[in-house]
């Protein structure tokens, strides 16, 4: 199995008056900027099999503009993926360990602990996912601790891919 771990794009900051951190929408610009990595995206992995996103809006809102740039899947919510530690998501994926491309949609410092864990580190420094940003695990027994790093891509660079 191959895991594409992205964090949510540019959403409305933190402490917006009556938004509360769950209720987070994208802002245009986000949806804009992400729109183009998520093509850049789809053009250096295949569609993947599932994709999972944390309840939380801003991370389900760039996980439907992913499906949408990889022509598929539905958007599955992932309770694990909104703040869980590394053991739980690895948990939840066991449910999809015989997909080919599983794609998670999350927010940090979860994620980049998510990919320390994978790695077999502690240490998630050096690991941290820029709004927009993906890493493409290889996992071939389905688990996620000792996978391997394939990439690790800022979404500027994500942008530029045909």
């Known amino acids: ?3 594409l771990i992205v964090r949510h794009a540019l959403a409305l900051p933190r ?14 610009r986000g949806r804009r900027r992400f729109a183009r990595a998520a093509r850049g995206l789809a053009g250096l992995v295949p569609r993947p099999d599932i994709l999972l996103s944390s309840p939380w809006l801003r991370a389900r809102q760039t996980a439907e503009i992913l499906a949408e ?10 309770s694990a993926l909104a703040g869980q530690p590394p053991g739980k998501v690895e948990a939840a994926l066991q449910a999809h360990r015989r ?25 998630s420094a050096g690991l941290e996912f820029r709004k927009g940003g993906a890493a493409l695990l290889d996992a071939p027994d389905g688990r996620l601790r000792g996978a391997r790093l394939l990439w690790f891509l800022p979404p500027r660079l994500l942008r530029r891919q045909r």
Not at 99 to 123: C, I, Q, T
């Open 15 to 28: 402490g917006t008056p009556g938004v509360p951190d769950a209720e987070r929408p994208l802002t245009p």
């Open 69 to 78: 740039a990889c022509g598929g899947p539905t958007v599955t919510s992932e």
């Open 1 to 3: 199995m191959r895991v």
């Open 99 to 123: 997909r080919a491309l599983v794609a998670l949609v999350g927010h940090e410092p979860h994620l980049s602990a998510l990919l320390a864990w994978a790695l077999g580190s502690g240490e």
